[in-house]
């Protein structure tokens, strides 16, 4: 098993109540098997996890991307635009 920091941003962080979260996976999960994983604990995070903007070791990756021990992964919540 590995374990992994994921850190909470704006409104993920008040939809959890804490800015960052241990999760253990085992040896060679994606980052979809994380997001699985963090839905399942945290229901309230989203209604669409293939959709989520994920950031690991602060460079965006897709959902395929393959974790290894001690990787930190950052939720980014969606930005909408900003009117004229």
Do not use: Q, W
Not at 52 to 80: F, K, M, Q, R, W
């Amino acid at each position: 098993m590995s374990c992994f920091s994921v850190r909470l941003f704006a409104s993920y962080r008040d939809l959890v109540g804490k800015s960052t979260v241990l999760m253990e996976m085992p040896e060679g999960s994606s980052v979809s098997d994380l997001i699985i994983k963090l839905s399942g604990r945290y229901p309230l995070l989203t209604s669409a996890p293939g959709k989520l903007v994920i950031a690991v070791n602060y460079e965006y990756v897709d959902h395929t991307y393959c974790l290894t021990e001690g990787d930190e992964v950052a939720l980014i919540p969606p930005v909408s635009g900003g009117s004229k």
